[in-house]
């Protein structure tokens, strides 16, 4: 059993920069893969970034590219979601996911594919 808990969604200008957290509980975080997912009311969840069980890939939704960084410290239980030049269309309820395996990132990149959700943080970029 995995429990996520994600951190640090808020209100920002577009332009400006967040960085999420989610925290997870138990000793076998470094066999779970993780990924975070988006969604918007009335639109499916959408994938964000997904990182490697050891961090050693990473993948990332075309709209996202060069604007956001997943990273994990296994020692720590974390993973973060550093997210720059926000913009409005980036807002949404931003969730943690973990998925058992050791496969690289670009598995990951299915709603399917993941074992355990957080309850979410919500991001909010002002035009």
């Known amino acids: 059993q995995v429990q996520l808990v994600e951190s640090g969604g808020r209100l920002v200008q577009a332009g400006g920069s967040l960085r999420l957290s989610c925290a997870a509980s138990g000793r076998t975080f470094r066999n779970y893969a993780m990924g975070w997912f988006r969604q918007v009311p009335g639109k499916e969840r959408e994938f964000v970034a997904a990182i490697s069980w050891s961090g050693g890939s990473t993948y990332y939704v075309d709209s996202v590219k060069g604007r956001f960084t997943i990273s994990r410290d296994n020692a720590k239980n974390t993973v973060h979601l550093q997210m720059n030049s926000l913009k409005p269309e980036d807002t949404a309820v931003y969730y943690c996911?973990?998925?058992?395996?050791?496969?690289?990132?670009?598995?990951?990149?299915?709603?399917?594919?993941?074992?355990?959700w957080g309850q979410g943080t919500q991001v909010t970029v002002s035009s």
């Open positions: 996911a973990a998925a058992r395996g050791y496969s690289s990132a670009s598995y990951y990149d299915r709603y399917n594919e993941y074992d355990y």
